[in-house]
């Protein structure tokens, strides 16, 4: 029986790539639903699939985040896996379709879950913005503030793998992935301009994702945490991501997998996903945080 995975918002949870992947769950903030009801809905979901898996961006609202940490405590769970991610909202949701994608196959729940931070490594994701006045998640010079207020300036940032921000015509370019990925977009209240031969309202996917080369792109409805995290309702929020489900499950099958000496679980990386026990120092294996080297793709 395939790992639940669960979002924070409707809109994380992006269409299937196929007619075999599941959907997500969608955990509700504590202003929609009462404890009793949030803890009646997980209990019932852990009952019935086994193991959930929490996906949810770090600028979560803090009141949300901990009714997500009480729910897994009033229930006692370790079967419940709670994984915050320092990515754009939309990129969360890419990652959370990637983690349903692999839900099918024969990985464990213990290494689904840590795979989140894995797979984050090959997520390109940022943001064509109207203004980076109230942009703090990304370093902003202050002559790029001083652009921000001049009429129709338009920024290009990429959040992650490396922050970058580059004048939308001021001749600088953001670097894309060097394998094969599709593009994911979300559209603001924001109007692209035009860049050499794509159309005049369509930066991004005329402009970006074929200098990019990627394969396809689809919309999909801005997240409802986008606005608050780029500081701006103006933006066009974009995310490049690996779509083959054998690629995803490669890269997960060649890293060294070992077992929770706390819970037993089985887990890649520097801790488990479930319980947040690290790995014993001096355990040499592969720490996949943000900063560690990612395993190897063949280049497109």
Do not use: N
């Not at 939309?90 to 689904?112: E, F, H, K, T, Y």
């Not at 940022?126 to 202050?142: C, E």
Request: one cysteine or more.
């Amino acid at each position: 029986m395939p790992t639940a995975i669960a979002v924070t918002s409707r809109e994380l949870v992006l269409p299937p790539p196929d007619g075999q992947t599941p959907s997500a769950v969608v955990l509700r903030p504590p202003e929609e639903q009462s404890l009793d009801d949030a803890l009646a809905e997980v209990g019932a979901l852990l009952e019935h699939q086994g193991y959930l898996v929490a996906l949810y961006p770090a600028a979560t609202p803090p009141p949300f985040i901990r009714r997500l940490h009480t729910v897994r405590s009033v229930l006692e769970s370790e079967r419940m896996a709670l994984c915050p991610l320092e990515l754009p909202p939309l990129a969360v949701a890419v990652i959370a379709r990637q983690l349903r994608q692999l839900s099918v196959s024969d990985i464990s729940p213990g290494v689904l879950a840590c795979s989140a931070r894995l797979l984050a490594h090959y997520v390109h994701a940022g943001a064509l913005l109207g203004s980076v006045a109230k942009l703090d998640r990304v370093p902003v010079s202050l002559t790029s503030h001083v652009k921000s207020w001049m009429p129709g300036a338009q920024f290009a940032v990429l959040a992650h793998p490396e922050p970058q921000l580059v004048k939308v015509g001021g001749g600088g370019a953001l670097p894309g992935p060097a394998f094969a990925t599709h593009m994911t977009i979300a559209r603001g209240q924001l109007t692209s301009h035009g860049h050499g031969t794509a159309p005049r309202d369509d930066w991004v996917s005329g402009a970006l994702a074929p200098s990019w080369g990627v394969g396809d792109v689809q919309e999909v409805p801005l997240p409802a945490e986008s606005a608050r995290w780029w500081g701006t309702a103006k933006l066009i929020e974009f995310a490049a991501a690996i779509p083959d489900l054998s690629v995803l499950y490669q890269l997960v099958a060649s890293v060294r997998k070992e077992e929770c000496h706390w819970c037993g679980f089985e887990l890649i990386g520097d801790r488990c996903a479930f319980c947040s026990c690290p790995v014993p120092r001096g355990d040499e294996i592969p720490a996949l945080t943000q900063s560690a080297e990612r395993p190897a793709l063949t280049s497109r």
